[in-house]
T-cell receptor
Framework: ETGVTQTPRHLVMGMTNKKSLKCEQH?????MYWYKQSAKKPLELMFV???????ENNSVPSRFSPECPNSSHLFLHLHTLQPEDSALYLC??????????????FGSGTRLTVV | DQQVKQNSPSLSVQEGRISILNCDYT??????FLWYKKYPAEGPTFLIS?????DKNEDGRFTVFLNKSAKHLSLHIVPSQPGDSAVYFC??????????????FGSGTQLTVLP
């Protein structure tokens, strides 16, 4: 597989459940990101990992817990979510050195519905 | 406060005509700007970018213009095709902690190209 792969594509969970989102990149990038996309809103940066180290936590509630075991894998652990957390969660990766295109490569996202 | 703004949530254009999507930013430290295109149920895909040292970058039917003094950029698509119908996100980049470049996104513009 190539690119950035996210699983599952769709997830419905109750407010008391615990679930995890998974992201895997096969591009040799060293930075990975979690973004949240709610309807009619900008993509909101949640977490940044650079060389497996978390370098940014954008005031995200503790019910979202990221994990980055290596530069190729990123997880988002979810527990006791609220209905307003329903959104599309996007993972992205990028290469952080050099002066070329700094664009991210995104996965297809996980559509999360909290009931 | 949004640092990257796309004030038009939607735009409809006739096939063959020019589509112009606009974006404004407030942070003068941004030094790289990108446009992403997103189809439903997919992650955003990189379209075109421009460095702050340039005022124009062209790639086929797509041209991005940057007006630094006005903190404004625009994406021109000519001629527009029905397959261009998608949500277009403007993004701006600047170096952040740990050298991981972060992207700040606008809220997107839904482009519909009518046949």
């Amino acid at each position: 597989e190539t690119g950035v792969t996210q699983t599952p594509r769709h997830l419905v969970m109750g407010m008391t459940n615990k679930k995890s989102l998974k992201c895997e990149q096969h591009l040799g990038h060293n930075a990975m990101y979690w973004y949240k996309q709610s309807a009619k809103k900008p993509l909101e940066l949640m977490f940044v990992y650079n060389f497996k180290e978390q370098t940014e936590n954008n005031s995200v509630p503790s019910r979202f817990s990221p994990e980055c075991p290596n530069s190729s894998h990123l997880f988002l652990h979810l527990h006791t979510l609220q209905p307003e957390d329903s959104a599309l969660y996007l993972c992205a990766s990028s290469q952080t050195s050099g002066t070329a295109n700094y664009g991210y490569t995104f996965g297809s996202g996980t559509r999360l519905t909290v009931v | 406060d949004q640092q990257v703004k796309q004030n038009s949530p939607s735009l409809s254009v006739q096939e063959g005509r020019i589509s112009i999507l606009n974006c404004d930013y407030t942070n003068s430290m941004f030094d790289y700007f990108l446009w992403y295109k997103k189809y439903p149920a997919e992650g955003p895909t990189f379209l075109i970018s421009i460095s702050s040292i340039k005022d124009k970058n062209e790639d086929g039917r797509f041209t991005v213009f940057l007006n630094k003094s006005a903190k404004h950029l625009s994406l021109h698509i000519v001629p527009s095709q029905p397959g261009d119908s998608a949500v277009y996100f403007c993004a701006a980049s600047g170096v952040s902690s740990g050298s991981a470049r972060q992207l700040t996104f606008g809220s997107g513009t839904q482009l519909t190209v009518l046949p």
